[in-house]
Nanobody
Framework: QVQLVESGGGLVQAGASLRLSCAAS????????MAWFRQAPGKERDFVAR???????????YYADSVKGRFTISRDNAKNTVYLQMNSLKPEDTAVYYC???????????????WGQGTQVTVSS
């Protein structure tokens, strides 16, 4: 069983930066596709970014259009941790951010075997 614990959320002003962390347990973390999702009040949970293992030490990243160029997903396998660096934050980035582990994609829908409890990010204008 894998447990994911997010941290790093908070209240910031528009234009500021935050870095979210997701600490994972489990020995096979390095091969998992890891991702970040977010859910704003009254809205569905949306995909934000993912980082996938393609063999050896190569990973690929993919971002939602709404965050491309502002957010960066990365991982440190030695620490079993995945990060989301968020720059140039906007009020519309306000949401609960969730870490997801062992992601799959089928029929236009993302599914994950593991989810964190979420961390709140609030961006004031």
């Amino acid at each position: 069983q894998v447990q994911l614990v997010e941290s790093g959320g908070g209240l910031v002003q528009a234009g500021a930066s935050l870095r979210l962390s997701c600490a994972a347990s489990g020995r096979t973390f390095s091969t998992y596709t890891m991702a970040w999702f977010r859910q704003a009040p009254g809205k569905e949970r949306d995909f934000v970014a993912r980082i996938s293992w393609s063999g050896g030490s190569t990973y690929y990243t993919y971002y939602a259009d709404s965050v491309k160029g502002r957010f960066t997903i990365s991982r440190d396998n030695a620490k079993n941790t995945v990060y989301l660096q968020m720059n140039s934050l906007k009020p519309e980035d306000t949401a609960v951010y969730y870490c997801a582990g062992r992601l799959s994609y089928s029929g236009g829908v993302y599914e994950a075997d593991y989810w964190g409890q979420g961390t709140q990010v609030t961006v004031s204008s």
